[in-house]
């Protein structure tokens, strides 16, 4: 069989060069606001990378090209990242959720997507669960 050849996809979401700190200083809920700070400190001493504000609601944290291992298709995304959206914080944590079903079920109240992971505010959920989840998704090649 042949091996599929990789075209990089044009995505809408990409980094910019805008303050994060201003993006999460205009947040307008007050629990959200501060709790994107200690997601911000969080993730980057984890990352070790500086956060990037990616289009206009994305606060990511390094980058890395995904490969689909069914279209061959490549795009380049953050390997982490958080957006405070009004309805909850969305964290980007590239992790299997069946391979993490231990640790949620000791993080506490939340929801999961498809590669996210959804907290209505921080103190939901236990910190330290929360970390080793963002370290697992940092160490996943």
């Known amino acids: ?17 805008a303050s994060v700190e201003d993006f999460i200083n205009n947040v307008t809920d007050e629990q959200k ?14 990352s070790g990378e500086e956060p990037v504000l990616w289009s206009s609601s994305i606060i990511g944290f390094g980058n890395k090209r995904y490969k689909s291992p069914t279209t061959g ?14 309805a909850n914080l969305s ?12 640790a949620l079920k000791k993080l506490g109240k939340h929801k999961t997507g498809a590669g996210c992971l959804y907290i209505n505010k921080l103190e939901d959920v236990d910190l ?14």
């Not at 298709?73 to 009004?86: A, H, Q, T």
């Not at 330290?128 to 090649?141: E, H, P, R, T, Y």
């Open 33 to 46: 606001r501060k709790d994107s700070f200690v997601l911000l400190e969080m993730m980057k001493k984890a």
């Open 1 to 17: 069989m042949a091996e599929k050849k990789s075209k990089l996809a044009e995505i809408k979401t990409k980094p910019t060069s």
């Open 128 to 141: 330290k669960v929360l970390k080793g989840m963002i370290d697992a998704s940092l160490n996943k090649k």
């Open 91 to 102: 964290l980007y944590l590239m992790v299997n959720i069946k391979e993490q079903a231990a």
């Open 73 to 86: 298709r490549e795009v380049d995304w953050l390997l982490i990242g958080f957006s405070p959206r009004k």
